[in-house]
């Protein structure tokens, strides 16, 4: 069993009136129980937290002082961690498309590792990092993924020998290969597929003459979601007795990045408008799908809200954002109990996809984040329990 953080209602209620909604509250200790999960079930791995899904800084302090290394995407996410002091030997840019901005920060922050999916990346980081060790991003099919990666990124099977070839060739440290089998995979078998696939490029390569000693499984380690059920240490146990058999030497790399947050925070939110619309009752938010409700839209992610009202019977609803367009609303035809101006809802588990892709618009601030750990103190918490 693995507890995962959720207010109750009293925390709720003190934290609201405190300091006003919306708000949202991250478990710095939740985030630390996440790491310690991996670590524990797959203890070979090199943990590199994707920093995209949630880049707080309180969660890159900690993951730091963990011993973590990091994925990146970008220059922004490269200066993020070189400015904390992160050095670049713990870091991967680990976006297949690599803009010029990235490969300049790479150089300026010591950053040398790398993956590819490509002959033109080849030709871009050999001009400005000639001295990068890289790792080929393989395709790889799993269309039961909450959020598939390969429709977008990853070489072909049949291309990967030449281009990894093609990239030693050039002068590049040929390394390894690295894939993502997709968001919120929930067996292992994906995983356990695209090691064949890798064990397979390994033995191709060696024949050719290349010393791969490199695997990168990506993220794709699934968080607790409404009528999904995993076993996650199972699933973890599976992957890593298959690398322990098929690539006993090779160094093991991992790039979570919603199971790290995903879990660790929790938003609260207040109802400022009621109305109804064709004989529906519609709710407005204070938070939307410009703020921490973004996710709806860039990750497909199915948020609960969560009432205190018990004893009452439930009504289908529609749930809006603040703002002025049209387009802000999140969730149509839900049932929940009836509300009421100024009731507060939580929503759990939105760490990840969230807070990272908020904006301004329409002049509204994003949510302040608080961190559980500096209040509990004052507050009593509660935590619900889920079989991973």
Known sequence: MCRYFQLNQTAVEKLA?????PLLVLSI??????????????????VHYAIKANPHPEILRLMAKL??????????E?????DMGIDGSRIIYANPVKTR???????SCGVRRMTFDSATEIEKIKALCPNATVLLRLRIDNKAAHVDLNSKFGAAREDALQLMLKAQAAGLNMAG???????QTVVSDPYLQA???TRELFAEAKAAGLNLHIVDLGGGMPIPEEKVKFNLPEMLKQISARLDEDFPEAEIWCEPGRYICGTAVNLITSVIGVTNRGGMPWYFLDEGLYGTFSGVLFDQWDFKLLSFKKGVKKVRATFAGPSCDSLDVMFRGVMTAPLEMGDLLLVPACGAYTSA?????????KAKFIVWEDMKHRIEVDTRSETL
């Open 17 to 21: 009136a405190r300091f006003g909604t």
């Open 29 to 46: 200790n939740q985030v630390k129980k996440n790491y310690e999960v991996l670590r524990k079930y797959l203890p070979r791995a090199k």
């Open 67 to 76: 011993g973590s290394n990091f994925d990146v995407a970008s220059d922004g």
């Open 78 to 82: 490269i200066q993020t961690l070189f």
């Open 101 to 107: 901005a990235g490969l300049l920060a790479c150089n």
């Open 177 to 183: 290969i690295a894939f993502h089998v997709g968001s």
């Open 195 to 197: 090691l064949d696939t």
């Open 357 to 365: 892709s908020a904006t301004t618009f329409n002049g509204f601030s």
